[in-house]
């Protein structure tokens, strides 16, 4: 049984950082990808950011370009989103998800098979 555990929301204000981790056990076979998404109340799940595996190829949502970065420990099977210069806009739920995807198709949610519960992100202005 495949299970993703996300850790290190918060409260931080504008302008300040957080790192969330996400922790993945179990067998992912067939997967291609880990990925970042985020929903926040009224608005649509946006894709943040996704890696592929061997932890070179990754992208961005355009609202978090160059603010956000996403790294991949292959020993410990984790995936950590780095987010610098938070915005009250980033303030959302943030899940993890693995899935397998075109890298045109990424930030589709329904490309993942695999989902976290979620760590809720505050930003205040």
């Known amino acids: 049984q495949v299970q993703l555990l996300e850790s290190g929301g918060g409260s931080v204000q504008a302008g300040g950082s957080l790192r969330l981790s996400c922790e993945v056990s179990g067998p992912t076979y067939g997967t291609n990808c880990m990925a970042w998404f985020r929903q926040s109340p009224g608005k649509e799940w946006e894709g943040a950011a996704v890696?592929?595996?061997?932890?070179?190829?990754?992208d961005y949502a355009d609202s978090v370009k160059g603010r956000f970065t996403i790294s991949q420990n292959s020993a410990e099977n984790t995936v950590s989103l780095q987010m610098n210069s938070l915005k009250p806009e980033d303030t959302a739920m943030y899940y993890c998800?693995?899935?397998?995807?075109?890298?045109?198709?990424?930030?589709?949610?329904?490309?993942?098979?695999?989902w976290g519960q979620g760590t809720q992100v505050t930003v205040s202005s």
């Open positions: 890696i592929y595996t061997g932890g070179v190829l990754t």
């Open positions: 998800a693995v899935g397998i995807t075109a890298s045109n198709y990424w930030y589709r949610e329904n490309m993942y098979k695999y």
